[in-house]
């Protein structure tokens, strides 16, 4: 894996990944998240994180299962000792920097090229799981803050559901089977709305017109 193929890696270890996340609440225990949020988690630092750095630990094989592991355990006790909320910040701060540093690979250099466009899906895929987990923190503070939504205690159980939840808003789908009850909920699922149509406006057109200028230039020289 190089900067060179990266994203293309990235896009399909987040989809298996979110498949993952909807068999392990379909057919195992809720407590099965944590393992699937951990991937995650070791997935992004290893595609994201470590691409510049030869000699970055978590790439090995035999390193990647055991980091795994121990990002599960540590989750564990996190939730144990009562820092559910401490674990949930610590996860939301890890994927708006993950987020920032995919946007700056894809958008702030060099030429664009098919692997910085899978970079735009990453990011996008990114973005939903960034306002899955706002949603999560919301629910376990204010309790009922979606309509449709049991009231759970960990988040494990609420996550899945608002992963669903934020990729239906992102993309202006919209079932109504799960809706914002407050005002704060309610800002943030019509700004990612907002933010997910200007994304696909803006950021994709720009990547696709970016790919098309250098052909454009070249012809312009030769007429």
């Known amino acids: 894996m190089s900067h060179h193929d990266n994203f293309i890696y990235l896009t399909f270890a987040l989809v298996l990944l979110l498949l993952s996340t909807a068999i392990a609440q379909q057919f ?51 939730d144990e000792f009562g820092l559910e909320f401490t674990h949930l910040i610590l996860m939301l701060i890890f994927f708006v920097s993950t987020a920032y540093q995919t946007a700056r690979q894809v958008i702030f250099s060099g030429e664009i090229n098919g692997n910085k466009i899978l970079g735009a899906i990453c990011l996008y895929m990114l973005l939903g799981l960034i306002w899955a987990l706002l949603y999560t923190l919301s629910q376990l503070y204010f309790g009922q803050a979606f309509n449709g939504m049991p009231e759970a205690t960990q988040w494990y159980i609420a996550f899945p559901d608002f992963v669903y939840f934020s990729f239906v808003t992102l993309t202006t789908l919209g079932f109504g089977d799960i809706s914002p009850n407050l005002p704060i909920t309610r800002f943030l699922v019509y700004f990612q709305a907002v933010f997910g149509q200007f994304y696909l406006a803006v950021l994709v057109a720009s990547l696709v017109s970016s790919r098309k200028s250098p052909h454009q230039n070249g012809n312009n020289s030769t007429s």
């Not at 393992?35 to 990647?64: H, M, N, P, R, Y």
Request: glycine share 4%; charged share 15%; proline share 4%.
């Open 28 to 78: 195992f225990e809720p407590s099965a998240q944590r393992f699937v949020q951990s991937t995650t988690v070791i997935t992004l630092l290893v595609a994201v994180w470590g691409i510049k750095k030869d000699e970055f630990l978590l790439a090995k094989a035999f390193i990647f299962p055991v980091a795994i592991i121990l990002t599960s355990f540590a989750g564990f006790y996190l």
